[in-house]
């Protein structure tokens, strides 16, 4: 199989060789037509409150207030001292508030398309995880610096996939430096000045950034023959009640370093929107408002882009991404998964790892620490 080439089968291997031991991520394996991505449909949400309990609703769901002016001087530093709640990032959620949508929503999933498929697979799904999991798997083949740890399960005949934080990241979180602790707030103090909490209102500045705070969409759809369920975190919608439905409606905000020189235009092409353009085409969020910030932090222009022209924006660019080689990529790697984790039991987890100019491997774990199905989940499901 292309991309599964590591050690590649020899004319006499039967059909029913094992599977191969890793996947290579050379990008001119995955350069070929883009494969099968049905447009996301969204199938529920949930919201996260400020102490980071899990509601079945959409309470969380911001509106988008356009600024009033093309420049607006948001002070994104502002608050950091005084107003700001930080979620705990030491604690690992693995995939418990999907699995508790999942739990709360169960009937709804079934009924969807499991009668009319012969699968024994019980939820309908093939995979279950966070959009920013599948984010890391479409950027892999341009990733220089990052590597990832990905724990899957097989259980009713879904596979479950939650990432695993590695040592670097891990070093990398406990020793940031208080410069980057204050540009981490600065995204988030860039949707408090343009996100209100209902149609009507406006946005509070003045009020407290609480990032334990979130509603999170939560979309089907299929890649090539993976049917896919994955939530994911969206910071507003169109306020204008003639929007489409979701996810058509949602928009992503991100914050970033204004544009002076040529060099740093292409490589916010390059670099940037790969990471843009992946995380909100997997949802089919349509747009991304953008504000431009100088070094201390205040938005000096807002800006659009439509995910579906970012294609053709980085065209003209050299040794730039392709959508095809992201998508490709993840697909055969949900192909590799499937092909390697065949035991279906709650307890054993294979966890999949990249380092940057490696090929992805594999390691089998039973009962250890890397089991992520909670037991409440696991009982609920099996009984
Ligand atoms: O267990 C884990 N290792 C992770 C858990 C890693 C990533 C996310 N999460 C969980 C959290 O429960 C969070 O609520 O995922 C949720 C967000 O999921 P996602 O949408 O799949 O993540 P991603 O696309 O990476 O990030 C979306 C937004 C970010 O916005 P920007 O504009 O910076 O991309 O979610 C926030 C952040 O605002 N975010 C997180 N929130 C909580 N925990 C995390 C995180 N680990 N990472 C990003
Ligand atoms: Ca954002």
Redesign the pocket.
Known sequence: RPGQNHHPAGPSTPPSSPPTQSLSIQRQLYERDFPLYKQPVEVGHFS?DSERRFFNDARQLRYYVEPEKSCPNFDLRDGYRSRFVK?D?RV???LD?ILRWILANRSKLQSKDTAASSSPCALGVDIVT????L?KLLTTPYETREGWLLAVTRMGGTLYI??V?TEAARRDRENRTERHEEMMYW??KFEQYTCADDAQSLPDPGGVVN?NE?F?TVVQTRLAEHRLL????V?CRDKDPKAPSPPANYI???TSLEISTPKQRSNFHRFKLLKWWA?SFLPGVPRIVAGFRDHDGVVVSVETYHISKISQLIKNETNCWKPTVCMNFCCEFLSFVKSVVTEDNPRVVHLFSWDPHRDVTYSIHRDSQYSFLPDWYVREMTS
């Not at 966070?130 to 999991?133: D, F, I, K, L």
């Open positions: 996260l979620r990032d690992k959620e693995k508030h966070w959009r920013g999991h984010t939650s990432e934080e995204g988030y990032t979130a999170c994955f939530s994911g975190e910071d992503e905000m991100k995380q």
